[in-house]
């Protein structure tokens, strides 16, 4: 079955004490990207990878890093995070970046 | 540059009414279109897309949307209104040819139905 699959679906952690947030698909998309779902904001993009080893900054990606070492995965990570990352995060993959999107299921997460 | 408005963040419709949704877009070339829908606790999952051709577009589910190039519109309709529509949803525009070009989202509609 095509998924995107993310990990953890939720997570509440503490100020400062980095996490990892893993995305991996089985499409054998080239583009790959994270999100971030605010009320009444929308989703808006943190990162995008066009392939291995490319990697750019979308709208909001102050305070996330991004690696794609294999095409398959694509781990969103947080080394310090801070209460105004408390979010939803979606991973999505894609066969161009202006083609249709296949999202994984969504990770919440709380910072306190 | 590309942008999306969805006019009415929520919109409630009795069950068995029409739903519509309303999307417009702006972009410098020709567009991609898209609808996603996100039910709770779920990932978005894509309704329809326009790409070429028809300007009538058939998803799933029931929806349907037609792009209006001269009113630069992709609204989203369903004739008649199911509570398990009740969901949100988020128009989307990609602008083709340009090799870095993303999907750009709206900002989302809450469809409530009201039984």
């Known amino acids: 079955e095509a998924q995107v699959t993310q990990n953890p679906r939720y997570l509440i952690t503490v100020t400062g004490k980095k996490l990892t947030v893993t995305c991996s698909q089985n499409?054998?998309?080239?583009?790959m990207s994270w999100y971030r779902q605010d009320p009444g904001l929308g989703l808006r993009q943190i990162y995008y990878?066009?392939?291995?080893?490319?990697?750019d900054k979308g709208d909001v990606p102050e305070g996330y890093k991004v690696s794609r070492k294999e095409k398959r995965n694509f781990p969103l990570i947080l080394e310090s995070p801070s209460p105004n990352q408390t979010s939803l995060y979606f991973c999505?993959?894609?066969?161009?970046?202006?083609?249709?999107?296949?999202f994984g299921q969504g990770t919440r997460l709380t910072v306190v | 540059a590309q942008s999306v408005t969805q006019l009415g963040s929520h919109v409630s419709v009795s069950e068995g009414a029409l739903v519509l949704l309303r999307c417009n877009y702006s972009?410098?070339?020709?567009?991609?279109l898209f609808w996603y829908v996100q039910y709770p606790n779920q990932g978005l999952q894509l309704l329809l897309k326009?790409?070429?051709?028809?300007?009538l577009v058939k998803g799933i589910n029931g929806f349907e949307a037609e792009f209006k190039k001269s009113e630069t519109s992709f609204h989203l309709t369903k004739p008649s209104a199911h509570m398990s529509d009740a969901a949100e949803y988020f128009c989307?525009?990609?602008?083709?040819?340009?090799?870095?070009?993303?999907?750009?989202f709206g900002t989302g509609t809450r469809l409530t139905i009201i039984p």
């Open positions: 999505a993959s894609s066969i161009q970046s202006n083609t249709e999107a296949f």
């Open positions: 499409m054998n998309h080239e583009y």
């Open positions: 990878s066009m392939n291995v080893e490319v990697t």
């Open positions: 972009s410098s070339v020709p567009p991609y």
């Open positions: 326009y790409t070429t051709g028809a300007t």
């Open positions: 989307a525009v990609s602008q083709p040819n340009f090799g870095n070009e993303k999907l750009t």
